[in-house]
T-cell receptor, first 114, second 109 residues
């Protein structure tokens, strides 16, 4: 089975711009969750989607949004980028959701905001 | 503060030695998971232990869970240089998975 695929691998954006990150889960996995990883804050939960519905959301401003398509692929959007949004964004898929089954992570998208 | 906090923050051992890492958490959990991350890459799932389990094994890995002390430990036996990585515990609470800051393990050849 192919693993979790995240695109692009690297992104450089300017403050004020917006960005869309993509995640293709493992085939058959209905849950996709997103995480932000920074040296200062560590790994922080952004949101989880399950069968196209947002199941839960972390403590991030409304500039961070996501969606999941009928094929379980997910996108994450960040609008009005700030310097502090520079981070590694990781997506993970799981069979039954974060509470019930292990997460399978992609290699992440490294976002740099200048 | 973090729900799960690992201890120590960094650990350096010789190849062949055992490595023990600890995780403490604050609230009741559904399960606790351990992950490994090699530099700049995604996390790899190691073990999931449910709140009604006390111990699980997977190859050279042994995880224990003490819900009365709200703590877990990860033991890696007969460590190898390839075990060099960051290790995270994650606690599943209220439909969220919360990660600790991680432990940096260095295994010297």
């Amino acid at each position: 089975k192919a693993g979790v695929t995240q695109t692009p691998r690297y992104l450089i954006k300017t403050r004020g711009q917006q960005v869309t990150l993509s995640c293709s889960p493992i085939s058959g996995h209905r849950s996709v969750s997103w995480y932000q990883q920074t040296p200062g804050q560590g790994l922080q939960f952004l949101f989880e989607y399950f069968s196209e519905t947002q199941r839960n959301k972390g403590n991030f401003p409304g500039r961070f949004s996501g969606r999941q398509f009928s094929n379980s692929r997910s996108e994450m959007n960040v609008s009005t980028l700030e310097l502090g949004d520079s981070a590694l964004y990781l997506c993970a898929s799981s069979l039954e959701g974060v509470l019930a089954s292990p997460l399978h992570f992609g290699n992440g998208t490294r976002l740099t905001v200048t | 503060s973090q729900q799960g906090e690992e201890d120590p923050q960094a650990l350096s051992i010789q190849e062949g030695e055992n490595a023990t890492m600890n995780c403490s958490y604050k609230t009741s959990i559904n399960n606790l998971q351990w992950y490994r991350q090699n530099s700049g890459r995604g996390l790899v799932h190691l073990i999931l232990i449910r709140s009604n389990e006390r111990e699980k094994h997977s190859g050279r890995l042994r995880v224990t869970l003490d819900t009365s002390k709200k703590s877990s430990s990860l033991l890696i036996t007969a460590s190898r240089a390839a075990d060099t990585a960051s290790y995270f515990c994650a606690t599943a609470v209220n439909s969220k998975l919360t990660f600790g800051k991680g432990i940096t393990l260095s295994v010297r050849p």
